[in-house]
């Protein structure tokens, strides 16, 4: 019995570097759901650019999260 994943949804996830009220470095992430399966990392890269842009924290890490379907063959 062979299974094989097939990619079924992507999400941009934006890491962002602020400093909180005490004083220390501290970080927010916020997700952005409905990306192409097949979006390049360079058009994810801007997309993620642009978003950071509109914001007022400093851009510290940028990744995506992928769901997969498993199916048995």
């Known amino acids: 019995m062979a299974a094989t994943e097939t990619p079924q949804s992507k999400?941009?996830?934006?890491v962002t570097?602020?400093?909180n009220d005490a004083g220390k470095v501290a970080h927010r992430r916020?997700?952005?759901?409905?990306?192409?399966?097949?979006?390049?990392?360079?058009s994810i890269q801007a997309a993620g650019s642009a978003i950071f842009a509109l914001k007022d924290e400093a851009m510290f890490e940028l990744g995506t999260?992928?769901?997969?379907?498993?199916?048995?063959?």
């Not at 916020?30 to 360079?42: H, Q, R, Y």
């Not at 992928?66 to 048995?72: A, F, L, M, P, R």
């Open 11 to 14: 999400s941009l996830v934006c």
């Open 17 to 19: 570097s602020y400093t």
């Open 30 to 42: 916020s997700i952005f759901a409905n990306l192409k399966i097949d979006a390049t990392p360079v």
């Open 65 to 73: 999260i992928v769901e997969n379907k498993i199916v048995n063959e």
